[in-house]
């Protein structure tokens, strides 16, 4: 009897050794999103119960990231994507660079402001002055300045003071030149002042007295002339032209002067010449009458009027 006890109980361990227990009762595993599966079969323990292995866990979800993309996992967000951050936009480069940034929860291309760095549209400012968001339109608009005939924008508001093709002038902007802006250094016109234009008078004409000509300041002024006016110092100088001399006020030529030409000179059609001597005979020349050298040739360099007298 008692042997028969102990082979019962030495056989139900020998079963319980070489049979295989029943699922396992470990918990199921957990995956980053999906579920895990059951858990294993455990083996068969000393007492015929095993003990379940623990489950694998899932493949993990999609968020935005995929399991691998060989770029650290992120999925590149292009322009109008939702976004998080800067780095999430496929066209980000760095902050202030060209190209894409995360602006308001949008990926969205970036803008270049005044000083030449990018921010998103709404951020950037077309000049120190403006508002954010700006740059939609140019600062000379923004600033109503630089256009043709507007006042030149201040180094805050837009740099260049003037639009593409304008030029700035006296501190406003122009397609012509200064003296067209001002209306002065042209013919008859005042000459420019010095916040103005530079030279006073455009190319080819001179100032006189405050005025611009082609000619001289006798002409410009109408002084100086036989006859006429002598200048006053503001107009020219000397204040009478040529060979004439002022008398009482105008000028005129040595026929009506109180005293008339030097010793060694004579007043010939109201001009003063040397006296006429012609040691070796004369020569008719045009209007004039000329001496000859002493080889018979003319002198042109000792000819007076035919007309002479005092």
Known sequence: ???????GVGLG?????????????????????????EGG??????????????GLGGAAGSHGFSPDDGSGGKTAVPDGGECTQHAD?????????????????????????????????????????????????????????GGEGERACTVVECLPSCQPGLNEYGGKCTTGSCYDLH????????????????PSCRGGLTEYGGKCTTGSCYD?????????GACNLTQCFPSCSGDLKEVSGKCSDCKEWTATCSADEE?????????????FGEVTV????????????????NCVPKTCGV
Request: charge should be negative; proline fraction near 4%; charged fraction near 15%.
């Open 220 to 228: 410009l002024h109408t002084c100086g002339g036989e006859g006429q």
């Open 183 to 198: 209306a002065c250094g042209g013919e008859g016109q005042d000459a420019c002042n010095v916040t103005q234009c530079l």
């Open 41 to 54: 079969a455990g083996d068969a323990g000393s007492t015929g119960k095993g003990t379940g292995g623990k």
């Open 1 to 7: 009897m008692g042997i028969v006890i102990a082979l």
């Open 13 to 37: 361990a020998l079963a319980g050794a070489c049979s295989k227990g029943s699922a396992g009762d470990g918990p199921a595993g957990s995956g980053a999103t999906n579920s895990g599966g």
């Open 89 to 145: 936009c496929d066209g980000f480069v760095s902050e202030g660079q060209e190209g894409s940034a995360c602006c308001a929860g949008t990926c969205t291309p970036t803008q270049k402001d005044y000083a030449g760095i990018y921010f998103c549209p709404t951020q950037c400012k077309n000049s120190v002055l403006a508002p954010p968001g700006s740059c939609d339109q140019t600062c000379h608009a923004y600033h109503e300045c």
């Open 267 to 279: 007043c010939c059609s109201g001009k003063c010449y040397a006296t006429h001597f012609c040691p």
């Open 286 to 301: 045009g209007n004039g009458v000329c001496c000859r050298d002493i080889g018979g040739n003319t002198d042109y360099g």
